[in-house]
């Protein structure tokens, strides 16, 4: 029985590997297939499977006109065009052409949107900045006495590409590069056995009329589709939509605004600073690279963590382990050295092989007469933002130089965080203010709570910081601040002129008790102040920050009587 299956089974390997394996050349791909069938049945308006005149002019209308010549020569139903003479069409078209009449809309937005003078061609200038190698060479070589390539040279390049490419990527060279040359392996490769799974799924849901799209997703679950061509992948590439959303003008590069536009974390790979140096240009190239880089520190990052939570789970189960096995020993319980030597152990393992990091927090305020051209974190981190040993050394000359004396220190932290536990530092007192003044020249005084409160905690995944800041300050009252503001020596009456004066205008008999020593506590009436206002301000949340880069926590402001204020929170972890 089996001798004579296997003349059946080798037919059926050589007929697969022939239609099927070799069909990534020159046919159509599943991806496409589906998208054909998807396209097809929301043109069948009707649902009779078949495409009339009015559904196949809508359907057609898209693809190039070469496909619906080849339809038309092809044979049709009695009463329409069905779904496999479409792909039997595109199947044809594509061996022509060389790549799918699906992609050609795609290749011709492609087409205009890199035509930066739309001329309606590309100059070799224009080819050089997007295309990949290959498609880039074969356009190149028809640069002869002409200076540009219209879009029907662009597409003969483009299919020729494709057809290349698919080569490449054949089942063969597939599996030479996968080391799988070898006789025993070359047999039945992994291609060529999921290859032979998807055709016998197709066969099976023939013979039992099964949906065709159910095929096909069920085939996709089986072969692994290899990319035969990265033309093809340039309208759906992983990060191609992310760069256009940035690149406004559409030239293919970013530059000035849309690189200043970029998210810190990746605008750090282009930019050395706060603004983009002019004329720099960041490439499709150089963007996916950046953004490949950030997935991969990302994973690291995780893989990491990952093996950190590993070691942890392995360590708490041996601890545990030699602390039972010390409990139940009881020759080990009554002697002295070994029990404190297991226990000194533990305390030495627990403790966490983790490197703390130093963060600087600044406070600043500036305070304007009208609102300012530009916001305050700008101006700061166009200092700030410059490469330098600490936040503080790049700041402070700023800060000494006389043209910036509207702007204040108000607060400094350095504060070294660990893994282990939050950070927390508080500095505070009591600040007295006037409570009120007699009529004599005394002076009652009233204190209030005040101080800066800063907590930090180091995040357990890449480099993240809990931080907690809270802030209050007294706002001096109204008759407080007008009795600081300075009075000529002419206007200033003597000191017992003012209390004398006073008192000889009391009635008789509360100006006999005042100078009596009878009454109120200095001989005069007593003068009531404004208590100042307590101003307090909290912020808190989470950042992701690179050690040498400054992060704005917090940016505020608001009118104080004339003056516009602004408050700004810069946090940066210590290179």
Request: proline share 6%.
């Given at each position: 029985?089996?001798?004579?299956?296997?003349?059946?089974?080798?037919?059926?390997?050589?007929?697969?590997?022939?239609?099927?394996?070799?069909?990534?050349v020159?046919?159509?791909?599943?991806?496409?297939?589906?998208?054909?069938?998807?396209?097809?049945?929301?043109?069948?308006?009707?649902?009779?499977?078949?495409?009339?005149?009015?559904?196949?002019?809508a359907?057609?209308?898209?693809?190039?006109?070469?496909?619906?010549?080849?339809?038309?020569?092809?044979?049709?139903?009695?009463?329409?065009?069905?779904?496999?003479?479409?792909?039997?069409?595109?199947?044809?078209?594509?061996?022509?052409?060389?790549?799918?009449?699906?992609?050609e809309?795609?290749?011709?937005?492609?087409?205009?949107?890199?035509?930066?003078?739309?001329?309606?061609?590309?100059?070799?200038?224009?080819?050089?900045?997007?295309?990949?190698?290959?498609?880039?060479?074969?356009?190149?070589?028809?640069?002869?006495?002409?200076?540009?390539?219209?879009?029907?040279?662009?597409?003969?390049?483009?299919?020729?590409?494709?057809r290349?490419?698919?080569?490449q990527?054949?089942?063969?060279?597939?599996?030479?590069?996968?080391?799988?040359?070898?006789?025993s392996?070359?047999?039945?490769?992994?291609?060529?056995?999921?290859?032979?799974?998807?055709?016998?799924?197709?066969?099976?849901?023939?013979?039992?009329?099964?949906?065709?799209?159910?095929?096909?997703?069920?085939?996709?679950?089986?072969?692994?589709?290899?990319?035969?061509?990265?033309?093809?992948?340039?309208?759906?590439?992983?990060?191609?939509?992310?760069?256009?959303?940035?690149?406004?003008?559409?030239?293919?590069?970013l530059?000035?605004?849309?690189?200043?536009?970029?998210?810190?974390?990746?605008?750090?790979?282009?930019?050395?600073?706060?603004?983009?140096?002019?004329?720099?240009?960041?490439?499709?190239?150089?963007?996916?690279?950046?953004?490949?880089?950030?997935?991969?520190?990302?994973?690291?990052?995780?893989?990491?963590?990952?093996?950190?939570?590993?070691?942890?789970?392995?360590?708490?189960?041996?601890?545990?382990?030699?602390?039972?096995?010390?409990?139940?020993?009881?020759?080990?319980?009554?002697?002295?050295?070994p029990v404190?030597?297991?226990?000194?152990?533990?305390?030495?393992?627990?403790?966490?092989?983790?490197?703390?990091?130093?963060?600087?927090?600044?406070?600043?305020s500036?305070?304007?007469?009208?609102?300012?051209?530009?916001?305050?974190?700008?101006?700061?981190?166009?200092?700030?933002?410059?490469?330098?040993?600490?936040?503080?050394?790049r700041?402070?000359?700023?800060?000494?130089?006389?043209?910036?004396?509207?702007?204040?220190?108000?607060?400094?932290?350095?504060?070294?965080?660990?893994?282990?536990?939050?950070?927390?530092?508080?500095?505070?007192?009591?600040?007295?203010?006037?409570?009120?003044?007699?009529?004599?020249?005394?002076?009652?005084?009233?204190?209030?709570?005040?101080?800066?409160?800063?907590?930090?905690?180091?995040?357990?995944?890449?480099?993240?910081?809990?931080?907690?800041?809270?802030?209050?300050?007294?706002?001096?009252?109204?008759?407080?601040?007008?009795?600081?503001?300075?009075?000529?020596?002419?206007?200033?009456?003597?000191?017992?002129?003012?209390?004398?004066?006073?008192?000889?205008?009391?009635?008789?008999?509360?100006?006999?008790?005042?100078?009596?020593?009878?009454?109120?506590?200095?001989?005069?009436?007593?003068?009531?102040?404004?208590?100042?206002?307590?101003?307090?301000?909290?912020?808190?949340?989470?950042?992701t920050?690179?050690?040498?880069?400054?992060?704005?926590?917090?940016?505020?402001?608001?009118?104080?009587?004339?003056?516009?204020?602004?408050?700004?929170?810069?946090v940066?972890?210590?290179?």
């Open positions: 029985m089996n001798a004579r299956l296997c003349p059946f089974i080798i037919t059926l390997c050589l007929f697969c590997y022939t239609n099927v394996c070799w069909a990534q020159g046919e159509l791909t599943t991806t496409s297939i589906r998208g054909y069938l998807e396209d097809f049945q929301k043109a069948d308006t009707d649902g009779s499977g078949l495409l009339e005149q009015d559904e196949l002019t359907y057609l209308a898209p693809f190039p006109e070469a496909m619906k010549q080849l339809l038309a020569n092809l044979a049709t139903d009695d009463q329409g065009v069905s779904s496999n003479r479409i792909m039997q069409a595109a199947t044809h078209f594509k061996r022509l052409k060389g790549y799918d009449p699906r992609s809309p795609d290749q011709k937005s492609a087409f205009a949107r890199w035509d930066s003078n739309n001329d309606g061609k590309l100059s070799q200038d224009e080819l050089t900045i997007v295309l990949p190698a290959g498609l880039r060479d074969s356009l190149l070589k028809r640069f002869g006495d002409q200076d540009a390539v219209v879009f029907s040279e662009y597409l003969d390049a483009f299919g020729n590409y494709v290349s490419s698919e080569v990527q054949s089942p063969e060279s597939i599996a030479i590069e996968s080391g799988l040359s070898s006789a392996s070359a047999a039945t490769p992994e291609p060529l056995r999921q290859k032979i799974a998807a055709f016998l799924a197709v066969t099976d849901a023939k013979e039992k009329s099964v949906a065709v799209t159910d095929v096909v997703e069920a085939a996709d679950d089986v072969t692994t589709e290899t990319p035969t061509s990265t033309a093809i992948a340039m309208s759906s590439d992983e990060h191609r939509d992310y760069f256009q959303h940035f690149d406004e003008d559409a030239n293919g590069v530059e000035g605004d849309e690189i200043d536009s970029l998210p810190q974390m990746l605008r750090l790979r282009f930019v050395q600073g706060r603004q983009a140096e002019p004329g720099a240009q960041v490439t499709l190239k150089q963007f996916q690279d950046a953004m490949s880089w950030l997935q991969k520190t990302a994973i690291t990052a995780r893989q990491r963590q990952a093996e950190e939570d590993r070691f942890k789970d392995y360590r708490r189960k041996l601890v545990g382990m030699l602390n039972a096995e010390s409990s139940e020993d009881p020759a080990t319980a009554t002697t002295d050295g404190e030597e297991v226990r000194e152990m533990v305390a030495v393992e627990e403790a966490p092989e983790a490197t703390s990091v130093q963060v600087e927090f600044i406070l600043l500036r305070k304007s007469a009208k609102l300012p051209t530009q916001p305050f974190s700008e101006e700061v981190l166009s200092v700030a933002g410059k490469a330098g040993p600490s936040l503080s050394a700041l402070l000359p700023w800060l000494a130089d006389e043209k910036n004396q509207s702007v204040q220190l108000k607060d400094y932290f350095l504060v070294t965080v660990s893994p282990v536990a939050p950070a927390l530092v508080q500095r505070g007192g009591r600040e007295p203010f006037v409570q009120g003044s007699s009529s004599r020249g005394g002076v009652s005084y009233s204190t209030n709570d005040i101080g800066t409160m800063v907590q930090v905690a180091k995040a357990s995944v890449g480099d993240m910081l809990s931080i907690q800041f809270e802030k209050s300050f007294v706002e001096a009252s109204a008759t407080e601040a007008k009795s600081e503001e300075p009075e000529s020596d002419a206007e200033q009456p003597a000191p017992n002129s003012q209390a004398s004066s006073v008192r000889d205008r009391q009635p008789g008999p509360d100006a006999a008790r005042g100078r009596s020593g009878f009454g109120t506590p200095f001989g005069g009436t007593v003068e009531q102040v404004t208590p100042p206002s307590i101003i307090t301000m909290s912020v808190n949340g989470n950042l920050m690179s050690p040498g880069t400054p992060v704005v926590f917090s940016e505020s402001g608001q009118y104080r009587g004339d003056l516009y204020e602004e408050t700004l929170i810069l940066e972890i210590k290179p």
